[in-house]
């Protein structure tokens, strides 16, 4: 699968970086026992009162009829979800009794949802919610009582190459994702009044970043030192940039201090990897997978030569 880990101003849970809302999805099937881990972890959700209002109608392929039910009411521009082998619906009940409406009954509908979501994605799931689709169809289709509201469809399945969508749907999956800074809406004191003084958001200056990248890149040149002799292949380290060639088979990685972003750079196996600086485990570690650059180097030094590789 395509990764496209948040690229984090700060360290986050690495789950949560790793989420992300793709189009592609594979033909394989999500099992009854994954899909009641699913809902329990939305079941755990905190909620106001714990009135719970969450509810969610749910189809999988396995039953084409139901699947295409849901799918149906669905907007055309998602219609790609159509061929998603599970599809959601989820809805919040607006009253926590009969006239005693919950103001918190959206926000608690999306608090078991992310609880869904994030225990996909450590299931090696993909998930992507669309606003897009027919309300008053939904609501006809499935018999939604007035007063609940059906808020989200759900994609859920196994994730998919991003290279075998449509152009257009491809281009939006290989899209970098952008978020707001902090400073934009978290305040302090007053609305619009940027918590400076609470958070630390400035990053780390020119001279620090260039310090510790240093030290990365040495304790990764002295780490490289004797799988290098043992498997014969080169460590250049010059200039602050760290190259390794391999003769057998052919292969050039390179690790570079990035300073503008404050991230050093891995090229390997031709992919691009970009770590950040993590300040609780003194190291650059790359969003996604959590991996230090030594436990990333290792990996990649590794799969080159086809043995495990520890650095
Ligand atoms: C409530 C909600 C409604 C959304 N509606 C749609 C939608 O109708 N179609 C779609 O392709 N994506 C939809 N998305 C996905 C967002 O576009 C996506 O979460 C956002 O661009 C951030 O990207 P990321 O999830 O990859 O970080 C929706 C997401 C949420 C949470």
Known sequence: MFEKPAAADHPIFELLARRWSTRAFSDRSVNRATLASLFEAARWAPSSGNGQPWSFLVATKEDS???????SVLVPGNAWARKVPVLALSVTSLDRAPDKPNRHAYHDLGLATE???????????????????????????????ARYDPVTMIAIGYPGDSESLPEDLRKKDVAPRQRKPIREFVFSGKFGQPADGILKLDQMDDQEFTTRADQALSDLNRRLAAPAEEHEFEVDFNAGALAIEFETPQGKFVVSPNSPVRQIWVSAHSKSF?????????????????????????DAVGKQLGKKVNL
């Open 274 to 298: 970009k770590l950040d600086w993590d300040q609780a485990r003194n190291a650059f570690v790359l969003g996604g997978t959590g991996q230090t650059l030594a436990e990333l180097m290792g």
């Open 65 to 71: 009829a139901e699947h295409d039910r849901l799918a």
């Open 115 to 145: 609880n869904l979501v994030i225990q996909a994605v450590s299931m090696g799931l993909a998930v992507h919610m669309m606003g897009g689709f027919n309300v008053e169809m939904a609501r006809e289709v499935f018999g939604i009582p």
